[in-house]
C-alpha cells in the first residue's frame, strides 16, 4: 500500500496518475496547501522540503519519497512497469522525464505565476515564460511527429509531460500548429489512468480547461497568490 499525499497540481497528478496505471493500492491524504499543511512537521518527515507529492511505502516499512520525478521512477522501478530495464532504454525514458523537471514544469509554472497569479501584470515576464513553454511544446511535438510516445512505449516521461502540457490553456500558452502533440495530448486523455489521475485528490478540470472567469477560477487564483509566499 502506497500513502499519497497531494494536492490537485500537475506535479501532484503526475504520482497519482502512476499509481493508477500501475494498479497500484494507495491512499490518498489531500494536503490542504493555504492551510499550509505541506509545512508541517508530519509531512516535513516526508519532505523536508515542503512540497507536495510525496509518498510513503507501507511496503517498505514506510519509505519516504520526495520530488514528482523521483516518486515516478521509484513506482516504475517497482513494479517494473513503464520504464524500460535496459541501460539505453532506462536512459531515453529519464531524458524526457527530465525536460519536464528541468524545462516544462517550471517555465509553466512561472507562466502561470505572471499571467494568472500576480495581480500586476509584467507583460515582459509573462511573454518570456509563455514563449519558453511554446518552446518546449514545439520540442514535444517535434519529437512526437515520428514517435508515438516520447521514449518508446508509453512511460513515465510520457505520464510527466502530460500532466503540465495538458494545462496549457491555464498557462495561456496555446497548442495551435502542433499536430503531433495534439494528437498525443486526446491519446492520453482517452487513457482511464489519467482521467482518474487528474481527479486526485479532487477534480480541476473546469480551471485546467480555461475557464478563468468562473468564481471557482478566481478563487483558485487568489489562494495561490497566498501560496506563493509561503
Avoid at 509518498?55 to 516499512?61: F, H, Q
Wanted: with cysteine; hydrophobic share 40%; charged share 25%.
Amino acid at each position: 500500500m502506497i500513502d499519497l499525499y497531494t494536492s490537485p497540481t500537475p506535479n501532484g497528478w503526475k504520482a497519482s496518475i502512476a499509481l493508477e496505471e500501475l494498479a497500484l493500492p494507495y491512499q490518498t491524504h489531500a494536503i490542504d496547501l493555504m492551510a499550509g499543511d505541506q509545512k508541517k512537521p508530519s509531512f516535513l518527515k516526508l519532505n523536508p522540503n515542503g512540497r507536495i507529492p510525496a509518498i510513503a511505502d507501507r511496503d517498505e516499512d514506510g519509505f519516504a519519497v520526495f520530488e514528482s520525478g523521483a516518486i515516478l521512477i521509484y513506482l516504475a522501478e517497482k513494479t517494473g512497469k513503464l520504464m524500460p530495464t535496459d541501460m539505453k532504454g532506462r536512459s531515453l525514458v529519464i531524458q524526457w522525464l527530465m525536460f519536464q523537471m528541468g524545462g516544462v514544469g517550471p517555465m509553466m509554472g512561472q507562466a502561470n505565476v505572471f499571467y494568472r497569479y500576480f495581480p500586476e501584470k509584467i507583460q515582459p515576464a509573462i511573454d518570456r515564460y509563455q514563449n519558453e513553454s511554446r518552446r518546449l511544446f514545439e520540442v514535444l511535438n517535434s519529437r512526437l511527429q515520428d514517435h508515438e510516445y516520447l521514449a518508446g512505449d508509453y512511460s513515465i516521461a510520457d505520464i510527466a509531460n502530460w500532466a503540465w502540457a495538458r494545462t496549457h490553456k491555464w498557462s495561456g500558452v496555446s497548442v495551435e500548429e502542433l499536430p503531433h502533440l495534439q494528437r498525443w495530448l486526446k491519446a492520453l486523455h482517452q487513457r482511464p489512468a489519467c482521467q482518474k489521475g487528474i481527479t486526485v485528490p479532487v477534480d480541476l478540470r473546469l480551471l485546467t480547461e480555461g475557464k478563468e472567469d468562473s468564481e471557482g477560477a478566481k478563487r483558485f487564483s487568489k489562494e495561490a497568490r497566498t501560496i506563493l509566499q509561503r
